[in-house]
């Protein structure tokens, strides 16, 4: 029998869903990056996690909302898009912007061969749609007065037109495989990223409630990580205004004193992608010992 909440040892389990396929590869590093080490075999869709308080479990992205919103997973992992595709009546605990391939949003958008006479939403009239997104493609339809069969796609819909589609919709983070098929945007129907959502009666559980609050936070702040690093340095007082024109950073840098005389410590938060051409002008302009570290968290 479980325990009440707050008893020692309290054997209280929060079941968490795990998105399999795509955004698996990413959600673990994400996990792993706020502090969550989840193990995943090929033969078992039951993950390990090194918190005893956590159970997991892998889902298709796509099946997510609705085994939240039946109670079988207090919380889970999954996109905008597959909420909003079957209605489920869930709590969004936090948006987290990620995705298989960047740390972006994704969006779906109706494409057709380049050489498609097709320009709008309006040139759909009585042709054939695939795509996995089938209800919330009807309901872009049906917004735009249109009237269309809408196809569920198995997959490789981007080979579907011209021969068993007139137009596909389907989901892109760059527009690469679109291309590649030679396809088009025509326009977008949706913007979507992933969100961590909980089960209505679990979220008014106080233990489960304050457990995802938590994951949230670190989540948020292992994305919040992501692109930036550390940097520390040494400078000599006269040269500290020099060395702090030379930093952007995230707030104000964090200035210390040292032991040796009218030297200090400089700590600071910066974009990864600027340490290139920051470091050699901070050595011009005084710093020494400059120190740079990877970072999983940011936490306000």
Same mark, same amino acid.
């Given at each position: ?11 209280? =389990? ?6 399999k ?7 673990v590093d ?14 078992s ?13 892998? @889902? ?11 109670? @079988? ?8 898009? %597959? ?14 912007i ?5 740390f972006?949003?994704?969006? %779906? ?9 097709i320009?709008?939403? =309006?040139?759909?009239?009585?042709? @054939? ?53 030679k396809l ?6 949706? %913007?979507?990223?992933t969100?961590?959502?909980?089960n209505k009666?679990s979220w ?8 995802? =609050? ?13 692109g ?15 060395v ?19 030297w ?25 010992? @400059?120190?740079?570290?990877p970072?999983? =968290?940011i936490?306000?």
């Amino acid at each position: 029998m479980e325990q009440p909440l707050g008893a020692p040892n309290n054997m209280a =389990k929060l079941k968490l869903g795990i998105p399999k396929g795509s955004l698996e590869t990413a959600t673990v590093d994400l996990f792993r990056r706020a502090g969550f080490n989840i193990a995943i075999s090929s033969r078992s869709y039951f993950p390990t996690i090194d918190d005893p308080e956590i159970e997991c479990m892998l @889902i298709r992205a796509q099946e997510m909302a609705r085994y939240v919103q039946d109670g @079988i997973l207090d919380a889970g992992l999954t996109g905008l898009d %597959w909420v909003a595709e079957v209605g489920a009546d869930v709590e969004v605990v936090a948006d987290l912007i990620y995705s298989k391939a960047s740390f972006g949003k994704v969006r %779906w958008v109706l494409a057709v061969p380049e050489s498609s006479s097709i320009n709008s939403v =309006k040139d759909l009239e009585g042709k @054939i749609i695939a795509t996995e997104l089938v209800g919330a493609t009807q309901r872009y339809l049906a917004r735009n007065g249109v009237t269309a069969k809408v196809e569920f796609s198995w997959g490789a819909t981007e080979v579907k037109p011209p021969i068993l589609a007139d137009a596909i919709v389907e989901v892109t983070e760059t527009g690469s495989s679109l291309r590649a098929n030679k396809l088009r945007i025509v326009e977008t129907l949706m %913007w979507s990223n992933t969100q961590l959502i909980a089960n209505k009666t679990s979220w008014t559980d106080p233990w489960k409630q304050a457990k995802l =609050k938590d994951l949230k936070m670190l989540l948020d702040g292992a994305i919040a990580a992501l692109g930036k690093v550390g940097l520390m340095l040494n400078v000599h007082k006269d040269n500290l205004k020099a060395v702090l024109e030379v930093l952007p950073a995230l707030k104000r840098p964090t200035v210390s004193s040292l032991s040796e005389d009218n030297w200090l410590a400089v700590n600071t938060i910066l974009d990864e992608s600027t340490v290139r051409t920051i470091i050699p002008r901070l050595k011009t302009a005084g710093a020494e010992g @400059i120190v740079e570290y990877p970072l999983n =968290k940011i936490v306000p």
